[in-house]
């Protein structure tokens, strides 16, 4: 095979990126489900033919999917060869959602599209939204009690929604039949198959231009390349040992931290991952599959390299030993809902906590790592139908050798806006009393952390039932290289003169709320770095006079008022 | 002698158009070009002018775009403010909306415009259907304006929450603050923008105050050293929507000559399609650190109200739909780790720039491959400081990307123009034709100093059959100020099912919008040849988050067309149809346009100049495309007839800018002065 020129791979590598960028936006402007639409909980790739391997993925995309999606279409090529899924066709569209296939929980629904070129398969597009429900338990999948997983909803195989173009009706009949809020989840089907077209058009466009041959070509040696960087960052990191923990606070059901132990080896061009040492399978929704563990780690991986492109290469120098008989390698039917929100921030929580040993310009102090899912469900009797409101809310991200962590900065596995007070106060019947920069929360370090969010919001009608899945309310984002542990996560519930704390802290489900009741939330701060003592006087006392630290709080922690 | 300058100030130089004539007699033109006077931008405004010739006394309207604003906000060079909130929510202009900067990597931070130790909390709440939950506290509010005006506080910000829904709170507030606080910076949240979204209309608001006081003693200036030198008319100031204000005016909604700058270019390059027979195109303004983008469809430049000046910072006023991409001329060009050839995202900027600037630059840039491949002429590069050899600039890409790569020098700098080629149009794509329109219907119009150096290849890579270079390419933004008209906008949220919506209601919001608007733009009469009006909503279906621009033909529309030009906008945007869903009305929006009378653009080249085809041919020079050497013709775009044919290669050079015409495409001159190009 003679070599590609380097202009053609490069112009090449743009396109394929450009297809998946047009892929994720028009599935992002088009969706209904606001997780999809304002939280852009969805991603969009190209998947090799053969084994599925990630050819490119969208730059837009919600960082938790980065490794998942290959897995999926790895799946499903084999459930086809298997014939336990239909052979593709032109126009087909294969609806999945199981998460021991490649997935991460119930509700992130993918969708694959075969390409074909001159009547042969050439390529596979898929992408993953997040469906607002998806039946189970309680509304919006997040149970914090499930201990199978069909208690949290429907779980679909491959099968065709789409065959030749045309939707199966009687396939959808099922799925609505089986989910919360049915009547829009049409518009998201669409839309999410809308973009997988976009796709296959634009794809199409660089077919016709380099030929099938070329783009193969390309697509080999592009992955080799990536790989070939991948090492040389790899190269950069002092040989070693880098051993981590990070601790999930419950299961939901058994009340004991589930504990995740790193040991992260670097030798030569390679990074070696080993998580044996980690917690057996749990009762409770906190196990991940071993998808969802494996695109942590590349998550995390991308979050230190941030220039890295998005392909299969670039993580193949990344050895990552499944983790068998650890609650990070979850099999039927361990409950799932928490990994890909909570389990895989932890996860990679422990991926920069032992990279900043080896690299610490590099990487910050550990971030809030929780996306705090708060969601209420109820009936509004001034409107007289049912609601289920979701509030996510980032925390404060870890300083760093650079400066100090931002304040309400979103998941790391998302990307996602907060929704407005003012939109969540239209559609559902709360009053917000308070949505502020929680004081005091991040970590003090020669950088401190950034700061967590303290809101409180009121039922004002009828009756509603609470549930929470978030986490660090036990112990908070540590700090590094001598700086301070970030605050943990609070939840209250205030009943007249009661506070009530959920058992587990951070997780929780069905407590019931009444008109006049209120649920108040403080997220965590970031971890702080370096030691306290190297903060530049000016910044502690700047700090006072926003407010950010009471006066006492600043002597205590660095040592001189501000 | 009726003379009228559009004056715009940019980053770098100060551009001037001015048109002169003679009741009934022929139009002239003069344009000047000067630095712009960074610490007071009024020093270059009156340079321009004396530098066309004239004197500010033989003005008859001066109309101008300012980049005052912008760059307050941007450098942060903002007056002190300080804001009056609803208890609870003082840190929602700090908490934006739980974003990072970058999809991946979690370093970065962010400051917002307003400090905390100057965001007080009164008591008051308003709740989302408009009742009062707690009434204003008004003790409180005296207590906390009085504190910020004791803090040194130059303006004044009260964002109360639901203040779109029910504003008396903000009314009254804003009544107690300027009895107890005489000040002419004071910004109701609800006033600029009623619209919901606190955090976006919160940071409107403050971006508003933190350049009202900048504007104001800018404009101030300006008036007062045109009139000490004998001006006495009329000054219209351009803002971000496109259109212009009376100067008088233009303080008291300061934001929205942010971005100004951008817009009159788009504005230009309406007129000049107006006046083209063309109604859709691109428009494409590249510089050395980034590049402006727009689309006009139908002959209207998209406006929108989503812009985000900088991370945290978005500015939600309707404005031209202006998306900034960050590559230009100074994008560096490397070869990573992998051997892989990049282009961007790093930039050398405007300092030290390109190589070839002579400022100190040493990695190679798309403006040094430019010059290496002859598409540039060094001779001609207007920011050079120091001259640097081409022998230099070949040395840093053999020794950066050729030897690397294994190409010559040559196939290395064509790479990197290729390559960035390729990146622009992927960038121009996502903000302008992957929403659902045909390449094949546009045009790419192309100005700025860079825009007419690539537009050609860059026409190719993206579909498009034609570029337009205007006649004057580099006073694009000056044109604009020329050309534009008087425009005001008004945007009200409604956010209910149409099927629910009292359309009595709906004709009501649109008249007092249209009659609010029109009485602004009135007050320039004399100036205005016709007055016009357009209405808008935008629209979702019931459970979405985005909105669609649907436009309304008349204030009094019914129900059912309401329903069916939604419908017929989102199937052109998304190819989807919905019936089984309601559509719902979020905003309704009324512009009201006092249109000016048109400018002949055939004036803007000097007919007597242009009559001999072989007058314009300068000679020829070494171009390199297509993987080989050319001896490509120069012509001189001043001398060039109308008519005139010019087959690629060539380089057609004029003052202000230089244009490509690679090989196989074909460039004639219009009758009104266009280079039209079928690439």
């Not at chain 1, 609601?387 to 998941?411: E, K, P, R, W």
């Not at chain 2, 009324?590 to 249109?595: A, C, L, M, Q």
Request: net charge negative; glycine share 12%.
């Amino acid at each position: 095979m003679s070599a590609i020129d380097p202009l053609t791979l490069a112009v090449i590598q743009a396109g394929l990126q450009q297809v998946c960028n047009e892929m994720d936006i028009a599935f992002s402007r088009s969706a209904f489900s606001p997780v999809i639409a304002e939280a852009d909980d969805r991603s969009d790739g190209i998947y090799d033919r053969e084994t599925g391997a990630l050819v490119a993925q969208g730059e837009y995309g919600l960082p938790v999917f980065v490794g998942t999606m290959q897995h999926s279409t790895g799946e499903l090529i084999r459930l086809i060869r298997e014939g336990q899924a239909g052979a593709p066709e032109p126009g087909d569209v294969y609806i999945v959602n199981d998460p021991y296939l490649g997935g991460t929980h119930l509700m992130d629904v993918r969708f694959a599209r075969p390409v074909f070129v001159d009547g042969e398969l050439f390529c596979w597009l898929q992408n993953t939204g997040h469906w607002p429900d998806i039946g189970g338990s309680v509304p919006g999948g997040f149970s914090a009690h499930a201990t199978e997983v069909e208690q949290e909803g429907l779980r679909l195989p491959p099968v065709k929604l789409f065959k030749r173009g045309e939707m199966d009706r009687e396939i959808f009949a099922i799925i609505c039949s089986n989910i919360r809020v049915a009547d829009q989840r049409i518009g998201d089907i669409k839309a999410q198959a809308a973009a997988l077209a976009v796709g296959e058009s634009r794809l199409g466009d660089l077919l016709a231009k380099y030929g099938r041959t070329t783009l193969d070509r390309a697509i080999a040696e592009i992955r080799a390349r990536s790989a070939d960087r991948m090492r040389a960052e790899i190269r950069g990191i002092p040989d070693g040992t880098y051993r981590s923990e990070a601790f999930v606070d419950s299961d939901g059901v058994v009340d004991e931290p589930l504990r995740i132990a790193l040991d992260l080896t670097k030798a030569g061009d390679s990074l070696t991952f080993d998580f044996s040492g980690s917690s057996p399978p749990c009762r409770g929704p906190m196990n991940s599959v071993w998808a969802t563990t494996l695109s942590s780690v590349y998550l995390a991986v991308k979050h230190v390299f941030p220039d890295m492109p998005i392909n299969a290469g670039t993580f193949a120098p990344l050895v990552v030993h499944r983790p068998e008989g650890t609650f990070l390698d979850a099999r039927y039917p361990r409950p799932v809902s928490g990994c890909a929100a909570e389990v895989s921030q932890r996860i990679a929580e422990s991926v920069f906590l032992a990279l900043v040993q080896a690299i610490p310009d590099r990487v910050t102090a550990a971030p809030a790592g929780t996306s705090g899912n708060f969601a209420l469900g109820g009936f509004d009797p001034e409107r007289n139908a049912p609601f289920v409101m979701y509030q996510i809310t980032g925390g404060g991200y870890g300083g760093n050798a650079h400066h100090d962590g931002l304040s309400n900065g979103c998941s790391t596995i998302g990307i996602s806006k907060t929704a407005p007070v003012e939109v969540m106060e239209q559609y559902y019947p709360v009053l917000f009393r308070r949505f502020a920069l929680r004081e005091g929360s991040g970590g003090a370090g020669a950088h401190r952390g950034g700061f967590g969010v303290h809101y409180e919001v009121e039922l004002l009608r009828g009756e509603a039932r609470a549930s929470f899945v978030m986490d660090h309310g036990r112990f908070g984002p540590p700090g590094v290289r001598g700086g301070a542990d970030g605050a943990p996560n609070v939840v209250r519930i205030h009943r007249g003169a009661e506070t009530l704390t959920p058992l587990h802290l951070s997780k929780d489900q069905n407590i019931a709320i009444r008109a006049g009741d209120r649920v108040e939330i403080m997220t965590p701060g970031g971890g702080g770095y370096g030691d306290p003592g190297g903060r530049d006087p000016a910044l502690v006392e700047r700090d006072v006079a926003r407010g950010y630290y009471r006066a006492d709080e600043a002597e205590r922690l660095w040592g001189r008022r501000g | 002698m009726r003379r009228v300058a559009g004056i715009d100030v940019g980053g770098t130089f100060t551009d001037l158009l001015l048109t002169e004539a003679e009741p009934g007699g022929p139009l002239r033109v003069r344009l000047a070009k000067v630095p712009t006077t960074v610490r007071n931008q009024a020093g270059g405004v009156i340079a321009a002018i004396e530098a066309a010739g004239v004197a500010p006394a033989d003005l008859g309207l001066v109309i101008h775009g300012t980049t005052a604003t912008t760059n307050a906000v941007l450098e942060r060079k903002t007056a002190r403010v300080g804001l009056v909130t609803t208890a609870g929510f003082r840190d929602v202009l700090e908490l934006g909306r739980r974003t990072r900067p970058k999809p991946y990597g979690l370093f970065g931070t962010f400051e917002p415009l307003i400090p905390r130790e100057l965001r007080r909390e009164v008591p008051e709440r308003v709740m989302a259907d408009g009742r009062v939950h707690t009434p204003l506290d008004e003790a409180a509010l005296r207590a906390a304006v009085l504190a910020l005006r004791e803090a040194g506080c130059e303006a004044l910000v009260i964002h109360f929450l639901h203040a779109y829904a029910n504003p008396a709170h903000e009314l009254r507030a804003g009544e107690i603050a300027r009895e107890i606080w005489p000040n002419a910076y004071v910004t109701l949240g609800h006033a600029l923008l009623s619209e919901f979204r606190e955090y976006e209309r919160g940071t409107t608001a403050s971006v508003n105050a933190a350049v009202q006081p900048i504007l104001d003693r800018y404009i101030r200036r300006l008036q007062d050293e045109l009139r000490a030198q004998g001006f006495s008319r009329d000054l219209l100031v351009m803002n971000g929507n496109g259109g212009t204000v009376p100067a008088g005016r233009v303080v008291e909604a300061a934001a929205k000559t942010v971005m100004s700058g951008p817009a009159s270019g788009v504005m230009a390059a309406a007129a000049t399609l107006a006046q083209s027979g063309l109604s859709n195109a691109i428009t494409y303004d590249m510089g050395g650190t980034s590049t402006d983008v727009a689309l006009i469809a139908g002959g209207v430049p998209e406006v929108s109200a989503e812009l985000t000046l900088a991370y945290g910072l978005p500015v939600h006023l309707p404005m031209v739909d202006v998306h900034t991409v960050g590559a230009g001329g100074g994008s560096i060009a490397s070869v990573d780790r992998a051997g892989m050839l990049r282009v961007g995202p790093e930039s050398a900027g405007s300092e030290p720039g390109p190589i070839g600037y002579g400022r100190g630059g040493t990695r190679p840039t798309i403006t040094d491959a430019n010059l290496v491949l002859g598409r540039l002429d060094p001779e001609r590069l207007t920011a050079v400081r120091a001259g640097v050899s081409l022998d230099a600039i070949r040395a840093a890409f053999d020794r950066d990307l050729a030897g690397p790569l294994g190409l010559s020098v040559e196939e290395a700098a064509a790479a990197v123009i290729r390559l960035g080629t390729v990146h622009m149009s992927g960038a121009i794509r996502m903000v302008s034709l992957s929403r659902g329109y045909d390449p094949r219907d546009f045009v790419l119009f192309a100005f700025g100093g860079a825009g007419p150096l690539h537009a050609v290849a860059l026409a190719r890579e993206l579909g498009i059959p034609e570029v337009l270079v205007p006649a004057r390419p580099g006073l694009t933004n000056a044109l604009g100020c020329l050309v534009a008209d008087l425009r005001q906008d008004r945007v009200n949220t409604l956010n209910r099912p149409l099927d629910g919506l009292d359309m009595a209601e709906l004709h009501s919001v649109l008249e007092a919008q249209a009659a609010d608007a029109l009485s602004v733009v009135e007050e320039e009469r004399a100036e205005i040849e016709a007055t016009t009006l357009t209405y808008g909503a935008d629209m979702q279906f019931r459970g979405q988050t985005h909105l669609i621009r649907v436009a309304i033909p008349s204030p009094d529309i019914d129900r059912a067309t309401l329903q069916a030009l939604f419908e017929a906008a989102y199937f052109r945007r998304f190819q989807v149809r919905l019936p089984e869903i309601r559509a719902v009305v979020v905003n309704l929006v009324t512009s009201v346009i006092g249109r000016r009378r048109t400018l002949p653009l055939a004036a803007l080249l000097d007919p007597d100049a242009r009559t001999d085809f072989d007058g314009a041919r300068l000679g020829t020079r070494a171009l390199h495309a297509d993987g080989r050497w050319h001896e490509a013709a120069v012509y001189a775009r001043e001398r060039l007839p109308e008519g005139a044919r010019v087959e690629g290669p060539a380089v057609i050079q004029q003052l202000d800018a230089t244009t490509v015409v690679e090989p196989g495409a074909v460039a004639s001159v219009d009758p009104i002065g266009n280079l039209r190009i079928r690439v």
